[in-house]
């Protein structure tokens, strides 16, 4: 028997906003790996983020997070915005003013958007690259009517933000544009490499 | 702030045959609860199974399970019999043999399915009601062209099992069918019941 990664494409998932706050400093990310665990005695939500990102860096300090759930009716620009750059570096929130929780976590709820939910993280586990992260869903709504976005439609759409023109490296320097987020990679690709924006792996990059 | 359970509605799922072997005894059970978590060094995926489910216990004792993909061309009397009944009394294999990988698991390929993978567990957390489990993905490739099927689609489309002729209990006893799998509750359902069978909340249940 073998292994053929892209078995993993044929998971359906929806994307989501993953939001957190401490200490005065808010960020967020795009992520799809998100699920319900269980509902009774209370309603728990797990999800997986990559140990590099800002945003997960926060929420092991904070503890606790929101998921922002997109809608077929999402903004690419929003994407764009929390996907193609680091919250060390930039105000994610400068363009997408979000509301807040009383417990001071930013959301989004309205246009683009068919629901979000927050809460305190009640169980998280390191899985190599990742950690998986348990939340209490504590505060949430479904908001609006659109339809949830599935991740197979965003790729679909191909709505994916262009990347932004840059100047060539120089020298011979091979340049790798993540297919669905737009991320660039410059240098020889590792099989096992996987986007740190999105988390596709290196057979959704293509050379440019 | 308030929360409403109906949020996890907008939450996108596939829908998924989970299997495993413990010392000669094979059970498996549907799922929709399954997410990749990491892709470096390992590609890594996690799931939620109820502790009160045969497979679970079988999971738990034999480090190692299959997660079979189902497709758009799937075969309802396939979740009829994955879902409706407990491994613990009938063969649910009987009347859908599976193939089985070097390592003794059972798992689906074809007609009605998209892909499938299988690996040991290397990490587990229990969260109340459910267990997280996170296997490597060492075996599995896509099979088909079909598209994968979608928990919504499959909701929408309410190809559900019709439940079957039961007589009514005596007395005033309300019974509760499960919109989605259409497993019956019988008594006063309390508002944080989820249905054994497939995992959705009491807001699922309607009263026949």
Not at 86 to 94: C, E, H, L, T, V
């Amino acid at each position: 028997m073998t292994y053929d990664r892209k078995v993993l494409h044929k998971m359906s998932y929806g994307l989501y906003v993953v939001t957190t706050e401490f200490a005065g400093k808010i960020n967020g990310q795009i992520a799809d790996a998100v699920m319900q665990v269980n509902a009774a005695p209370r309603q728990t939500v797990a999800l997986s983020l990559n140990n590099d990102n800002y945003t997960t860096e926060l929420v092991k300090r904070s503890g606790k997070l929101a998921v922002s759930i997109l809608s077929q009716a999402y903004d690419p620009a929003l994407i764009a915005n929390f996907g193609l750059q680091s919250g060390r570096q930039a105000d994610k929130f400068a363009a997408f003013p979000p509301k807040f929780t009383a417990e001071g976590l930013p959301y989004y709820e309205g246009a683009g958007f068919c629901g979000w939910l927050a809460g305190p993280v009640i169980e998280q586990m390191t899985v190599g690259s990742h950690t998986i992260f348990v939340i209490e869903a504590a505060e949430g709504q479904p908001t609006g009517d659109a339809e949830p976005l599935l991740y197979a439609d965003y790729l679909a759409k191909k709505t994916r933000p262009a990347a932004k023109a840059e100047p060539a490296p120089a020298g011979d320097t091979p340049r790798w544009r993540c297919k669905v987020c737009g991320y660039i990679y410059e240098g020889e690709l590792p099989p096992d490499y996987r986007c740190p924006i999105c988390g596709v792996g290196a057979d959704m990059f293509e050379r440019v």
